[in-house]
């Protein structure tokens, strides 16, 4: 295939990991070792800045800035989460089409790099075959990322490593206070966490029992189980019995048998169109005071748990460089519309590789815990499980220090020259 030459613009979407920089760092790196890729753009706030034709030149951002993107949190190019939706709005998403490949034509973008979940990764499949339908030569990968770890045909998923390594420690410290606090008259403590309809994250926290019953979490609530009132309550009941206290953690998107989430304000959608989630563990707080007349406590975890890069996963943060590093490879030898993924070789010692997925196979589908994971009565994951995740958080990311505090870096974000006019 003909050297494809020309410009190469990257961009992130949905919510951030702690790792989600070092992804962009390796496109950014892996770029530069390229001679068919001129200029180096970046989108600030996803599909939505490269929209409005607001672009980044990596350029004018110094080594260290770059180098500093990996162990800096939240998205350093900015996000969004804009959906270009022709189910719903396909006289929009036309419009908003044409718009993007007459920015990419105006600044001459032959590579486009999406880093981002399932409707990130739905975006740069779109863009793909837009550009094969119009004849425009560029070469389009998605870029793996999500804490929810539910992209399909990947192992797992960068930033997952991280989350879990957060949220498991928390889980243990949470389980040192409120158990040193434990008196006869009981207590129950319930930490939210992210994940939306899959449990990955939720169950990641079984890491802190550490192999011993008797530590927190006691229970994990996972979507992939059906919440039953009746079983969870005597599970509480029991747990408090045994060790005068409870720690539960529940996935947000925990379902009850009728499939409804526990938690969903449906009056409240995102950009997607999903309903707003965060509000389990108040109902089930509700529930256990008001059924076992035990003092509780909730716990919700939030942007913490994805922007804890002080602590994140070396591990993880090595996969996520990688995969962008991966990407540039393949798109400078020509393959485009494809998402590197992780592949596991060997659990003991834990080995990866990087391979490539066409990204229609991963556009919109999400991957769940196998049920075969998770013990018989749906309370914990099983050692099946903890066998998956315990390598992902191996290591740790360390930061530089300020006055005894992380130093992460901020681009400088120098604005290209725009050559188009408003949207």
Request: glycine share 8%.
């Amino acid at each position: 295939m003909a050297e494809l030459i020309g410009n190469l613009l990257v961009a992130q979407s949905g919510g951030p990991t702690s790792v989600i920089n070092a992804s962009v760092a390796g496109v950014i790196t892996e770029a530069g070792h390229h001679e068919c890729i001129e200029e180096i753009y970046a989108g600030q706030n996803g599909i939505l800045g490269i929209l409005n034709e607001e672009l980044i030149d990596i350029g004018d951002e110094s080594r260290r800035n770059i180098e500093g993107l990996k162990y800096t949190p939240a998205a350093a190019l900015g996000t969004c989460r804009y959906k270009i939706n022709f189910d719903k709005k396909p006289e929009q998403a036309a419009k908003d089409m044409t718009r993007l490949f007459e920015v990419f034509a105006a600044h001459n973008i032959r590579y486009f790099f999406y880093a981002g979940g399932n409707d990130s990764q739905d975006t740069a499949h779109k863009i793909h075959l837009e550009a094969v339908k119009r004849g425009y030569d560029m070469r389009v990968m998605g870029v793996p990322k999500t804490i929810d770890n539910d992209l399909p045909a990947t192992d797992h998923c960068p930033g997952y490593g991280s989350v879990i390594k957060y949220n498991s420690t928390t889980v243990m410290e949470i389980g040192l206070d409120v158990g040193s606090m434990a008196t006869d008259d009981g207590s129950c403590c319930i930490v939210e966490v992210m994940g939306r309809a899959a449990g990955w994250i939720a169950a990641g926290t079984v890491l802190a029992k550490q192999g011993n019953p008797a530590n927190a979490p006691h229970i994990i609530l996972l979507p992939e189980v059906p919440f039953v009132e009746e079983k969870f309550l005597a599970r509480v009941k029991e747990t408090v019995a045994a060790h005068k206290y409870c720690i539960v953690v529940c996935g947000e998107g925990v379902k009850n048998a009728a499939g409804e989430e526990i938690g969903a304000d449906k009056t409240r959608l995102d950009a997607f169109g999903h309903a707003v989630l965060a509000g389990a563990s108040e109902v089930l707080k509700q529930l256990v005071q008001s059924k076992l007349n035990l003092k509780t406590r909730t716990v919700l975890l939030g942007y913490a748990q994805r922007a804890a890069a002080h602590f994140a996963s070396q591990t993880d943060a090595d996969e996520a460089f990688a995969c962008g590093v991966a990407a540039v490879k393949a798109a400078a030898k020509g393959e485009s519309g494809l998402m590197p993924k992780i592949v596991r070789t060997s659990n003991h010692p834990y080995k990866w590789a990087i391979a490539m997925e066409p990204l229609e196979n991963i556009a919109n589908v999400e991957h769940f815990i196998p049920r075969d994971w998770i013990t018989p009565d749906g309370f914990l994951p099983n050692e099946q499980f903890i066998q998956y995740a315990a390598p992902l958080i191996e290591g740790t990311v360390r930061p530089p220090e300020k006055n005894g505090l992380p130093q992460y870096v901020s681009l400088n974000k120098s604005p290209v020259e725009k050559k188009l006019g408003p949207r």
